[in-house]
């Protein structure tokens, strides 16, 4: 792998190699640390769902809200670009990204709630606007009890699944927003969780854009303050920090967290169906289904918090 992140520093142009290293801890992708003669690089390799029909366009849509965030101001890594102005290269069968490095840590969510909110919100106002009407596609108990029954899954799993098909069911019922419903789409990152962010120079920053899209700015405000925060009061303090940054007011209503439960359960059936015979994905299984039950436990008590912001 060390040969083909050379060949894509010659490739991205990014100046004679004088060392690299690999990063451990990538969920879906591989990433390198590289030293160059103009500077320090993030280069990554692409894995999740490189070979399948539609990656290239997908990632390159991402990147071109990536790139108007950055040239608007964003705090995000610098993307850089093949010589043709794209962000992927093909180099021996692999899809590589690059960005400018930046030395840092992931942060500890609970010391930096009020930032994600604002991060959150200064991508939203350099993002485009349009209305566009929710469709949501749960999967429902059908799905939830079949996925429990994959042969692949070791029993403690599939038991855990299978208790959980219900509540799972009826937290993606009561989440669904009314068919057809108009709300506000705003070009955005798309997983802004604390992963998905790095503490460099006391600024948070923005990193992973793969799966920028259109989203709803309701709906990725409360995903956001979901994934930063430990419970009501900590997801209210990051909601009200984003209202008050993006000047938006949040319907309290049980569809403004179908956004947050649908992209939870798409992770979970992924890990179940394509890398249950990893410990990684089992792990990422288990504890998915977790939150999303915590959810579904204390959804009135979140709908509380979200009526104060």
Request: charged residues 25%; glycine residues 8%; contains cysteine.
């Amino acid at each position: 792998m060390e040969a083909i992140v050379m060949k894509g520093a010659e490739g991205f142009g990014l100046g004679r190699v004088e060392a690299t290293a690999r990063v451990e801890g990538g969920l879906s992708n591989d990433m390198w640390h590289m030293t160059t003669t103009d500077g320090e690089f993030a280069m990554k390799v692409m894995r999740a769902h490189a070979e399948t029909a539609g990656f290239r366009g997908n990632v390159e849509a991402a990147f071109q809200i990536e790139m108007n965030a950055f040239r608007s101001g964003v705090p995000c890594p610098e993307p850089r670009t093949t010589p043709e102005g794209r962000a992927l290269l093909r180099v021996d069968g692999h899809w590589l990204r690059t960005h400018r490095w930046h030395e840092g840590t992931t942060p500890d969510p609970a010391e930096h709630l009020p930032a994600a909110g604002t991060l959150l919100a200064r991508i939203h106002r350099a993002g485009h606007v349009a209305m566009r009407a929710l469709e949501d596609e749960p999967l429902g108990i059908r799905r939830w009890t079949a996925l429990a029954k994959r042969t692949s899954l070791p029993d403690r799993v599939s038991e855990q699944l299978h208790r959980a098909a219900p509540n799972l069911a009826q937290l993606e019922s009561t989440t669904r927003a009314p068919r057809g419903l108009p709300t506000a789409f705003v070009d955005s990152h798309g997983d802004l969780d604390p992963k998905n962010t790095l503490l460099a120079d006391g600024r948070l920053l923005a990193v992973d854009w793969d799966a920028a899209g259109p989203r709803s700015s309701a709906r990725e405000a409360v995903s956001l303050s979901l994934d930063w925060s430990q419970d009501a009061t900590g997801f209210h303090q990051t909601l009200a920090t984003y209202a008050e940054s993006s000047d938006q007011t949040i319907p309290a209503e049980p569809w403004v967290f179908g956004g947050w439960v649908e992209a939870l359960s798409g992770w979970l059936v992924y890990n179940a169906e394509h890398r249950a015979h990893t410990h990684l994905g089992l792990r990422e299984v288990s504890t998915t289904c977790t939150r999303l039950l915590a959810l579904h436990q204390a959804l009135d008590e979140y709908l509380s918090a979200a009526e104060t912001n």
